[in-house]
């Protein structure tokens, strides 16, 4: 069991007065160097993100735009609408242009998709990504199915079938892989299902993790985002922040029915790209980026997995299943979560994400995300060390 | 009168056809180049932005960001939350904090307001930016206020005080200095306008064009954007694409009671900005940089005062007053203005725009931008030319 020094407390307080700034979400790296000088992060495993990734864009746009000097264009001219920029994913993911809308990173979407689509009640399986009901306005019900940590957070989904026919809701949603669980729907399963709910006006599936998914130890293409076109009432929501590592640049779809996409295009919605993002979707319609991209998704995934697996072998956390890029860990030994993610920070500069306070999960718990291969070494050996393992 | 040959003429069609995609609005240099490669766009005088401000800002990036190799991290890592650039804008701007909304570009803010604080009806001044009412649903009864071209477009606010105590709206946009009129209310009579209407819901100021205004040929700050702490209907939209050539980054932000920032807050906008929106913001902060940017805005204003008298001398076009960075121009010789401008585009490789298709506007108009003191001239000589006047 882990605790704190003197100093140390001090400067936990100074962090949790900043996170609480920030609401449910993690404060920012820059916002916390300012705030905070003396807490130095060497490696941020809160952080979602696939490094070599951003590694492989960082090159294209080096060699497409830097070298050419064709960036200035991308800061000083408007980029190009909605559909535009849609008809370049169309190719790159076989659907049609008409069923895809483009937003400012996936949040932008799950506010768009909850603002114009829910009607009054909404199911939301937890624990989950929390923006699906902290940005539900009072006029919409929220109903939650629980997810049950005896059955390491592995959703039912004859159990969901029932409780969805039960509360009779007009919307569901399902982050698949789910966050901050790990927890995995097979797609033929999560296929069964949404046949099975024609009643549901909105199925709202989340595959920002999609890309770090496998089954059965095999890495394929595991969207079900070809699906809408002959469902009307699915909605699969893609951010590219994850597995492109590219955050900042706020990239992200929806495959969704024509009819909903015109709807938030007729009245907004028409200019909420930026030029990296552009150039992104772009790059991302081009045959050899993507070939260079799926080796860097399977050696990412197959690091990752190995990252887990190594934290396994540590007595004391429970390590919960995971086909995401992220881990989440529960603390038996009677450590409290904070001290432990403090403890992390303070003496090896690691940064890791409590999760206590998500809704849905209770106990200790944190979740750290697979970063390079090197830095996960790096993470396993710290906290084996914190144990005093090794 | 101007007229095309029949090779033009079928470019023309295609182009057309290219716009009518585009809705309302131009279709991007980048989709004009790639659906008619035909074209050779030179000069694009349809794009609202001051290329002076855009150097400076590139100038700042490379010593500040590329060349010390912190570009990476804006494309890798999430950018801070709306509250915490709200701050940096804060200082800049002398505006309390939790007063600022950051917006994704100004036309992000436009959907939210008019989606989440208009209630019933809307008084709006035609012509004007068509967003204001292209995105107002059906649910909205907007009610317009006609500019009279006799009185060059001119604003009688007279008038609309009594059109609004007859129409009894919730709510009003001003565009100041309008868009595409390029026509201004001075400061003093907007404050006693404002003072006067404090039974409107919300006065919706867009001061887009602001940083190019004059009055009584001086340049000072007429921004009325601190009038909002005494006035909480009023909410003052400010884009920071034009005045500061920017915008492919989509930087934006309002100032508007801290009620109405907290209410768009909670349910979404937090992570709106990019990784370089926050960059500008954080250098928009700094009294430096806003030093710098004066002396460019400056000089800018008077190239495009003079560029205005220039184009006066021309006989078979009138042109309207403009305080903006774009002129509105009549043609009066019977030349129609798609032929106008296809004729410049064709010939000359000068991109204008028609405005025909503006809701209030009858007759034969452009809209033409002030760019460099050498594009400037040049599209004076074109213009000239294409009239046979020089």
Redesign the interface.
């Known amino acids: 069991m882990i605790k704190l020094t003197k100093d140390q407390e001090i400067l936990k307080t100074k962090f949790y007065e900043l996170k609480e700034?920030?609401?449910t979400?993690s404060p920012?790296?820059?916002?916390l160097k300012t705030a905070i000088p003396e807490i130095e992060i060497s490696i941020?495993a809160c952080?979602l993100?696939n490094?070599y990734a951003?590694d492989l864009?960082?090159d294209h746009?080096n060699r497409d735009v830097?070298i050419k000097g064709k960036f200035?264009?991308?800061?000083?001219?408007?980029?190009?609408?909605n559909?535009?920029i849609a008809s370049r994913i169309s190719s790159a993911i076989n659907v049609r242009p008409q069923s895809i809308f483009v937003g400012?990173?996936a949040?932008?979407i799950i506010?768009a998709v909850i603002?114009n689509f829910v009607k009054k009640k909404m199911v939301i399986v937890l624990p989950t990504f929390s923006?699906f009901y902290?940005?539900?306005?009072s006029n919409i019900e929220l109903v939650f199915f629980y997810l049950d940590k005896e059955n390491s957070f592995k959703i039912n989904l004859r159990d969901l079938s029932k409780f969805i026919k039960n509360e009779k809701p007009d919307s569901l949603v399902l982050v698949n892989p789910n966050n901050p669980t790990g927890g995995y729907i097979l797609k033929e399963d999560l296929i069964s299902f949404i046949d099975l709910h024609k009643e549901l006006e909105n199925i709202i599936v989340d595959e920002s993790f999609i890309h770090f998914a496998i089954e059965y130890s095999k890495i394929s293409d595991f969207s079900i985002q070809n699906l809408v076109k002959n469902h009307d009432n699915l909605i699969v929501i893609k951010s590219m922040?994850k597995d492109f590592?590219?955050?900042?640049?706020?990239a992200g779809y929806a495959v969704m029915s024509p009819t909903k996409v015109e709807l938030l295009t007729r009245?907004?919605?028409?200019?909420?790209?930026?030029?990296?993002?552009?150039y992104f979707f772009s790059l991302y319609s081009k045959n050899y980026f993507r070939k260079e991209y799926e080796q860097i998704r399977r050696k990412y995934i197959n690091e990752t997995q190995s990252f887990f697996n190594s934290l396994i072998t540590i007595p004391n956390i429970r390590v919960y299943p995971s086909v995401a890029n992220f881990v989440l860990v529960e603390l038996i030994d009677g450590t409290r979560s904070e001290d432990f993610v403090f403890k992390l920070l303070l003496d090896y500069g690691i940064y890791i994400r409590i999760v206590n306070d998500k809704k849905g999960l209770n106990g200790e718990f944190v979740r750290i995300a697979s970063r390079s291969s090197k830095d996960n070494h790096e993470i396993v050996q710290s906290i084996k060390s914190i144990f005093k393992l090794s």
Chains 1, 2 share one sequence.
């Not at 200035?72 to 609408?81: G, I, K, M, T, V």
């Not at 009245?267 to 552009?278: A, D």
Request: glycine letters at 10%; zero cysteines.
């Open positions: 700034q920030a609401g979400h920012s790296i820059e916002t941020d952080f993100s490094p951003t864009f960082v746009l830097m200035r264009a991308f800061l000083e001219f408007y980029p190009s609408q559909n535009v400012n990173g949040i932008e506010q603002k923006p902290e940005f539900a306005e922040s590592g590219i955050a900042g640049i706020r009245y907004g919605f028409l200019w909420n790209s930026n030029g990296i993002s552009e």
